[in-house]
């Protein structure tokens, strides 16, 4: 098992922002992007990390960045290449780190949805909407919609992000960029989907970010991984319940279970559940890969 890496330190970069999992530092004109073992449920940065996470955050951004290259570019320069000033650094950034094009971050979290799951869930059985979309009656839990749909939300720098209609997002950021935004989203969710089920993964959900460079759209952040997306087991599924999943679900049902009231400090995770917790994110990345995580 390779290091578990809680938070970097890289005494002589410039740190720009810790995020809930990742640290972001400059490095000339480009950004270095680590990916720490962090892991955050409900908005809260849990005290516990979760050993390989930061590498499988990685490593399946960048097979979904080289995969779905064709269309549209992502910010990759290297993720094996890094600037003299990075000497020293190795066992931190091994695996877990991506030196990435510098963009204007477009303020909209790019949400697909495949399944009737999470907050769509919620909202549907209230409004018969999700988003302010309208859905056909009679949907159980966990079904697939007719159509993938793409429902926005803020991005928040700190707390919850919010959803929003396609029409505040058109009003936010103008009508072409929202038309492109939505059509790039749609495009990559059903090639993964499509990509991902054979392989035994159904992609009920993900969420993009988008970056622009001299007015091109830019993927970036992160692809399609168990932090950003909901993965269920393709041999497990049913319609009418909820789903076993890949991804943090596992930790937020164990958080559930023991009532924790979702404000911070967070509980420490017993060792079943970090455990349980790695086995799922590594699983994914093979079932996605066609080989182990190295």
Not at 38 to 64: E, H, M, N, Y
Not at 66 to 86: C, G, K, M, W, Y
Not at 243 to 249: G, I, V
């Amino acid at each position: 098992m390779s290091a578990v890496v809680w938070e970097t330190n890289f005494p002589g970069l410039t740190l720009l922002s810790r995020g809930k999992v990742r640290d972001l530092y400059q490095i000339d004109d480009d950004l270095l992007l680590v990916a720490t073992d962090r892991l955050s449920a409900f908005d809260v940065v849990l005290p516990t990390p979760i050993p390989d996470k930061g590498r499988v955050l990685t490593q399946l951004s960048l097979f979904w960045f080289e995969t779905l290259r064709d269309i549209v570019p992502n910010h990759v320069l290297s993720a094996t290449e890094f600037p003299a000033q990075t000497r020293g650094f190795g066992e931190q950034l091994a695996g877990r780190s991506m030196l990435c094009r510098k963009t204007n971050p477009i303020p909209i979290e790019c949400v697909v949805r495949g399944y009737l799951a999470g907050s769509g869930w919620k909202d549907y059985r209230v409004t018969g909407k999700v988003c302010g979309i309208p859905l056909p009656s009679g949907l159980r839990e966990s079904e697939r919609l007719p159509a993938p749909i793409f429902t926005p939300s803020t991005k928040a720098s700190a707390g919850h992000d919010e959803n929003i209609s396609f029409d505040e997002t058109v009003a936010r950021i103008g009508g072409e960029q929202a038309e492109k935004l939505r059509a790039l989203s749609l495009e990559i969710y059903r090639r993964a989907a499509a990509y991902a089920e054979p392989r035994g993964i159904l992609l009920a959900d993900t969420k993009f970010e988008f970056g622009l460079v001299d007015n091109e759209l830019i993927w970036i952040d992160e692809a399609l991984t168990p932090d950003s997306s909901r993965f269920w087991p393709a041999d497990d599924y049913a319609a009418g319940r909820p789903q076993p999943s890949f991804d943090k679900q596992y930790v937020r049902d164990y958080l559930e279970r023991i009532g924790w009231n979702k404000l911070p400090p967070g509980p420490e995770l017993p060792s079943e559940v970090v455990t349980g917790t790695r086995d799922k994110y590594r699983q994914a990345y093979l079932l996605l890969t066609g080989h182990e995580l190295s």
